[in-house]
């Protein structure tokens, strides 16, 4: 348990918690960190006392595991806008608590935040519709379940992958080298633009105090340089490592159990460098942190009208889709939460986070919590080409795959007089044609009539892919897909 803090330089520092007390010395600049020992889950409320010139007492404090849930708007989306009046009102977990990380950007990463106070909220009906959603249902589900105290630290806001990486991560990545080359253009004409604002600068300061002399109106100030990461710079826009800066970095002496991910939609049109930026900026994250935690990811959901051709592949969140699949098997202890049963055509911030939290919980107790449970729908793994016909293979269909039907929040059930919807079917002309689907035992059987020799397949691939219906027997959706790279 790491507890830090400042204090004059030199000041002995007396931290107590439980039955454990330590000491520490500030150093030269002020700083001062303590280790206590590993203590068991608790569940009810201890005093942490911190004693030096002056003492301070915190209250009401729990021993058990934090998650950090960071993203875009759709982490950020509150409990109160899901139109949940039920667990709010029943919202009454003094085991939960949550914290939102306010808005912070800074043009270098920081080590502490310059906020007054940052205050964790127990989870009850008075503030339960603050918390994020996602983080909300996948507290109450891992905290039932395993009779574990859980924090939720809330660090999202509607923003690109490139301003939650350290600026670090784009030149350690081949594939990225163009957009960091965007990064040193910026720079440079930065530094230059800061050596020819001096004189203006110093220009209006004698005209300022000219101005207070006569009492006069004081002139406009020259435009100031702004860094390129920050919002409102003339250079990159804010589009890079800002957020990373102000509201990651900090947090890394603050240890956490693992992360939530539910970002894309500001980059739904890329695939291969989104999962090259995700790689670089979890590497980031568990270097800060110094440790591998788990990082669970939200697959997009279906949004805006769905397209009934099955050759009209306009870019769009299917790509970032594809991507975040990819990122479960090539970056280490990842997971994801398939949603694409659960959007909404008419809204980009759909209200059905209940299953998305619920999603998310299964991968944590699977793999962290050490619960033996299903965990994940059927996730692409290889296609065989049997003559005119395509066997695609999945990952997690062990225990079967059906025909499933999903209403609301309502348990998948299964469609046993329904057909399976959303795959297509292409021959070495790469025209797409909706296929006939089948389930033969743990796999999928795609077929059609105006392909004879199929070589590839791809499923629930567009923006909004409503129909599809695949599902493995324990309820979740199968993930979207394509076995090509056209």
């Known amino acids: 348990i790491h507890i830090f803090g400042t204090a004059d330089q030199g000041e002995s520092i007396t931290v107590t918690f439980g039955n454990a007390t330590v000491h520490a010395g500030a150093d030269i600049k002020g700083n001062w960190s303590v280790e206590l020992p590993a203590q068991e889950v608790c569940m009810i409320g201890q005093s942490l006392v911190v004693e030096g010139k002056t003492k301070i007492v915190l209250r009401d404090i729990l021993i058990g595991d934090v998650w950090l849930c960071s993203g875009q708007s759709n982490m950020e989306m509150a409990l109160g806008s899901c139109n949940d009046s039920v667990a709010i009102k029943e919202a009454d977990y003094s085991t939960i608590r949550f914290v939102r990380i306010p808005y912070l950007c800074k043009d270098s990463p920081q080590t502490d935040m310059d906020v007054e106070r940052l205050a964790w909220n127990i989870c009850t009906p008075y503030s339960a519709g603050g918390c994020s959603a996602v983080g909300f249902y996948f507290a109450r589900r891992v905290s039932k379940e395993m009779g574990v105290p859980i924090g939720i630290l809330i660090s999202s806001i509607g923003t690109n992958i ?42 209006w300061m004698k005209a300022v105090n000219e101005s207070l002399l006569k009492h006069e109106d004081i002139p406009s100030m020259p435009y100031v340089p702004l860094h390129p990461s920050m919002p409102g710079s003339k250079y990159g826009g804010g589009q890079f490592s800002h957020l990373y800066n102000g509201m990651i970095s900090p947090l890394y002496q603050f240890k956490i159990k693992g992360a939530l991910w ?28 110094g440790y591998e935690f788990p990082f669970y990811i939200v697959q997009l959901s279906s949004w805006l009208k769905p397209v009934n051709d099955p050759n009209d592949w306009k870019k769009g969140w299917q790509f970032c889709r594809a991507a975040q699949l990819a990122c479960v098997t090539e970056i280490p202890n990842t997971g994801i939460a398939v949603t694409y049963d659960i959007g909404d055509e008419e809204d980009i911030h759909p209200k059905n986070k209940y299953d998305v939290g619920e999603r998310l919980a299964l991968w944590a107790l ?121």
């Open 162 to 203: 490139e301003k939650w990486m350290p600026q670090s991560s784009f030149f350690r990545n081949a594939i990225l080298s163009e957009y960091y080359q965007k990064i040193e253009n910026w720079m440079e004409q930065y530094r230059k633009d800061l050596v020819t604002f001096q004189a203006p600068m110093k220009e």
């Open 262 to 289: 539910y970002q894309g939609e500001n980059n739904g049109e890329e695939e291969r460098t989104y999962v090259e930026k995700m790689k670089e900026m979890i590497a980031a994250w568990r270097n800060g942190w």
């Open 366 to 486: 699977a793999h962290d919590y050490g619960k033996e449970i299903s965990f994940s729908g059927p996730l692409y793994k290889t296609i065989t080409l049997e003559e005119d016909r395509i066997r695609v293979n999945f990952n997690y269909s062990e225990d079967g795959l059906m025909i499933g039907r999903k209403e609301g929040k309502k348990e998948v059930e299964e469609d046993k007089i329904g057909k399976l919807q959303g795959f297509v079917i292409a021959g070495e002309d790469k025209v797409w044609y909706w296929a006939d689907a089948k389930i033969e035992g743990n796999t999928v059987i795609v077929s059609s009539p105006f392909v004879n020799k199929p070589i590839a397949v791809r499923y629930a691939f567009s923006m909004n892919p409503r129909g599809a219906n695949l599902y493995n027997r324990s309820g979740l959706p199968a993930s979207p897909f394509r076995s090509d790279c056209w």
